[in-house]
Structures are given as structure tokens and as C-alpha cells.
């Protein structure tokens, strides 16, 4: 199997790759009728939510390979940011339907797919303000870093700020991506071919998250789908 990135020897690709193409393999074209009707209401909420989540996750990652083929690090950038994000959604949300789960608590479990569902910035539900203002991306991907980073040096934080700055128009994205300094003849490069090497520390792990975000829909669709049948019944 060819690597995931063009250049990248370091075999993680492959896993990617994989992990990826069974992402896919869990994508449904439509909830219909029977879907809605035929269970309760949320249930028929959270796999809308996770599906949703799965195509946001496989369309950031395709963003990075793409753009990352194409010399467009820019966009390789900001799609590695998005991935880390959507990932720390899905962490979060897969996190407090198990606390719920374990609360036996029917309402808890309700609101968190709500919060992530509708959560929003921009009043989009303005009688429902509070109940659906969106979490901070910074407090989600603590959260993820936390969860499964606890007590590494790595860090989910320290790679999104970084993206993060060369994502926005400061120092790292604009001569730190575009200029190259060459002292030693007293010139500079423009362009950004030569960073690509040293952005992979940053792309790596963010394309991880593929492979998280299936294991959490592996755990959704055969642990807490069931689990929350089997509460909502009672």
C-alpha cells in the first residue's frame, strides 16, 4: 500500500489509509422513515450526529492528502486543524454519552447530543441560547488530549497551537511558510516546498485522529447503541 503523504516512510500512512477506507465503509446515504420512527429519539440523534462527524473526519483528512499532493500547505494546514478539531468533537461527545450511560441518566444523555448537535456561536437557536452555546475547541481538545494523552509529553494542545499560528496570518504563516532565509549567500527564497518536512511532526499526529474517530464509531455502533436502547426502554 502506498503511503497516505507522499514521503512519508514512516509506515503510520498505511494505518491511516486503512483506517480511513473503514470510516467510509460506515457511511449511510439517508436515515429514512422506518430509521426515525423505528426507535427512539435518541438514538436516531446520536447516529446523525456520528455520522455527520464521520464525513467531517474523512474530508478533512482527503483535505490534507490532496492539498498536501499538491504543495498547498496552507490548506494542509488548515485541514489538520479541522481534523483535530472534528476529532475532539467526537471524543467529547462519545465521553459524555458513557457518563450518561453510566448515570443511568436518560435526560443527561439527551442534552449532550443536543449541545454537540446544535451547539453554535452565532444564535442560530436564540430561545435556546445558553442550552446550545458551542464548547471552546480549546476546552474539547484538552479534553481529548487528557483522555488520551495523560501524563505523555505529547501533546493534541501544543500541535493545534502551532497549526493554529501558521494557520492564521502572523509571523509562521506568512514569511515563516513563504520565505526562506538563506544567510550563508545572503538571499531569500520564496515559496514553501522546503517546509514540508517540517511540518510532518504536526501532520502525523494529526491524521491519527482518522483511526480514533473510528474506533470511538466502533464503540458507538456496538457498546453504547445498545446500551442506550436498553436505558431509553426502561
Not at 498547498?72 to 458513557?98: F, K, Q, Y
Request: charged share 30%; net charge negative; proline share 2%.
Amino acid at each position: 500500500m502506498e503511503p497516505f503523504l507522499d514521503g512519508d516512510d514512516t509506515g503510520v500512512g498505511e494505518e491511516i489509509a486503512t483506517a480511513l477506507t473503514a470510516l467510509e465503509g460506515r457511511f449511510r446515504d439517508e436515515f429514512s422513515d422506518d430509521d426515525l420512527t423505528g426507535v427512539p429519539e435518541v438514538m436516531w440523534r446520536a447516529g446523525v450526529a456520528y455520522q455527520c462527524l464521520y464525513r467531517r473526519t474523512v474530508e478533512s483528512a482527503v483535505g490534507v492528502k490532496l492539498a498536501w499532493k499538491a504543495g498547498n500547505l496552507i490548506t494542509v494546514v488548515t485541514m489538520a486543524r479541522s481534523l483535530l478539531e472534528t476529532g475532539a468533537i467526537a471524543w467529547r461527545l462519545t465521553d459524555h454519552i458513557e457518563k450518561a450511560l453510566e448515570k443511568k441518566d436518560a435526560a443527561e444523555l439527551y442534552a449532550a447530543i443536543m449541545k454537540i448537535s446544535f451547539g453554535n456561536r452565532v444564535n442560530l437557536i436564540e430561545e435556546k441560547e445558553e442550552e446550545y452555546r458551542a464548547v471552546n475547541i480549546l476546552t474539547a481538545i484538552e479534553h481529548m488530549n487528557t483522555g488520551i494523552l495523560k501524563g505523555k509529553e505529547e501533546s493534541f494542545i501544543d500541535i493545534y497551537n502551532c497549526l493554529s499560528e501558521i494557520a492564521h496570518p502572523n509571523h509562521w504563516g506568512i514569511l515563516g511558510l513563504y520565505g526562506n532565509h538563506i544567510e550563508a549567500e545572503e538571499r531569500i527564497e520564496f515559496g514553501n516546498k522546503h517546509r514540508k518536512d517540517d511540518l510532518w511532526w504536526m501532520i502525523g499526529p494529526a491524521l491519527c485522529v482518522v483511526w480514533m474517530v473510528n474506533d470511538l464509531a466502533e464503540e458507538f455502533e456496538k457498546k453504547l447503541l445498545p446500551a442506550m436502547a436498553e436505558l431509553v426502554a426502561k
